[in-house]
């Protein structure tokens, strides 16, 4: 059987949320800057609004993670599913750029906790020899939404306007919330608090154990205090491994999201414009560069769902998921060194490729990498420092492209890319050294 039936009973719901939660968001990236004039905002709004939601989410991750560590995922994520809502219908009714601003802010903490929440929870119902799997199925359901949910919006504004098209998002959304509200169960393993009053009475009872029988047999007495002292050497050890694993994890989930997911897919249709035109013959077909640019960017989710199943089973069935990420990293290199030296358009399709499977790879991995190396009570913690890795990466990516591209050409932008992918093996370099140590 592919998946249990316990994971199956929180993969449905929790993917459906994840996907059915997005048609706000991406409504406002595909439609606003067309519609700026009329809800009375201009284009410097328009930046600001696209971004501030990653801007909270950068504090906002650890938070979330904390919270699902201490009070527990099924609340949280119905109260991520309920802000989310509610933001969206806010945008349908705002009339002022404060109140738009408050909007976006509110949705930035609804992704933090259904982002953080959604991965802790597919940690819990996984081990190490299906976590991988498990993890690739889940990006599924998030790449759909964020492959449906521009074109839902896009047709529901040409059909309807901009403001009926949010009240149908911010409907699909609370749909969501009154599904996941009946069929989300509760997979936080034993309360931290709980766990912490039992582990102090099994160590009482042991170490009453270990006394009486030294009082009986005194001779077996520095053989305990041996056996005391190696189990806190190896669990040292054992911390510094998982420690620099999940920091060597968070760097390259950063390299990722700042070159794959923030650089090229900001500055696709510019770059295609820059080397190619402002219209291509496909065919018999022309093909405008803003068509092509959403064309490039839906075939980056297609490759995406194709990617994450397929490494996530990869990684289950080695000895480590390292090798893993090693492939995504490299065929991520292969993909810029193509943009940067290709001259034609289908050399651009491949590099655009490449770079979507890569990030399919990477992100399903590290994921799962994440449950491997993390304590069982801070799996939370854990991917909200992975998520936040991860905004940080899709925010500074765009912002220092079009900063840099009135100086220098795309091709140098994409070349540094490169080498930030080249920079993420010297983190898997150390990490698997330490583990090997």
């Known amino acids: 059987m592919i998946l ?72 949280l994520f119905l109260l991520g599913l309920l802000l989310g809502t509610l933001s969206t219908a806010s945008y349908a009714i705002t009339q002022s750029f404060p109140a738009w601003l408050a909007g976006r802010l509110l949705w930035g903490i609804a992704w933090s906790l259904l982002n953080v929440g959604g991965l802790t929870m597919m940690l819990d119902v996984t081990e190490d020899h299906d976590r991988g799997r498990v993890i690739g199925l889940y990006q599924v359901s998030y790449l759909l939404g964020l492959a449906f949910s521009p074109l839902l919006g896009g047709f529901m504004t040409d059909a309807f306007g901009f403001r009926p098209a949010l009240l149908v998002g911010a409907t699909v959304t609370g749909v969501a919330f009154i599904i996941t509200f009946f069929a989300l169960p509760e ?38 205090h041996l056996r005391a002292r ?58 405008g560069v803003a068509s092509l640019g959403g064309l490039f960017l839906a075939m980056r989710s297609v490759m995406g769902m194709v990617a994450g199943p397929i490494s996530g089973h990869l990684s289950d069935v080695t000895e480590t998921r390292w090798p893993v990420v090693l492939a995504g990293i490299s065929i991520g290199t292969a993909g810029f060194g193509v943009l940067i030296l290709g001259r034609n358009l289908w050399a651009a399709v491949l590099g655009v490729i490449l770079i979507a499977l890569s990030s399919g790879t990477l992100l399903t991995t590290l994921v799962a990498l994440t449950g491997d190396l993390a304590a069982r009570d801070r799996q939370g913690r854990a991917i909200g420092r992975l998520a936040t890795a991860g905004d940080l990466g899709s925010a500074t990516g765009p912002l220092l492209a079009y900063a840099l591209v009135s100086l220098i050409n795309l091709r140098w932008i994409y070349l540094l890319c490169g080498l930030s992918f080249v920079s993420s093996l010297l983190a898997l370099r150390h990490a698997i050294t330490a583990q090997e140590s």
């Not at 905002?41 to 201490?70: E, F, H, K, T």
């Not at 189990?231 to 060597?248: M, T």
């Open 4 to 75: 249990s039936r316990r994971q199956l009973r929180l993969l449905i719901p929790v993917g459906l949320a994840i996907s059915l939660s997005l048609p706000g968001d991406q409504t406002l990236y595909a439609v606003l800057p067309t519609q700026a004039q009329a809800v009375g905002i201009s284009l410097g709004m328009v930046g600001v609004l696209l971004g501030v939601n990653r801007l909270i989410r950068i504090p906002g991750n650890p938070i979330a993670g904390r919270l699902y560590d201490q009070s527990g995922r099924r609340r």
């Open 187 to 224: 997979t936080r393993p034993t309360p931290p608090a709980t766990a912490a009053y039992r582990r102090p009475i099994r160590r009482a009872v042991t170490i009453l154990k270990q006394t009486l029988r030294h009082f009986t047999l005194p001779r077996e007495l520095p053989v305990f």
């Open 230 to 287: 190696q189990p806190r050497q190896g669990a040292r050890s054992v911390r510094r491994v998982q420690k620099g694993g999940l920091l060597a994890v968070s760097y390259i989930y950063l390299v990722t999201f700042f070159a794959g997911n923030g650089v090229v897919m900001s500055t696709i249709s510019l770059y295609l414009k820059q080397n190619f035109g402002d219209e291509f013959l496909i065919g018999n077909v022309i093909v």
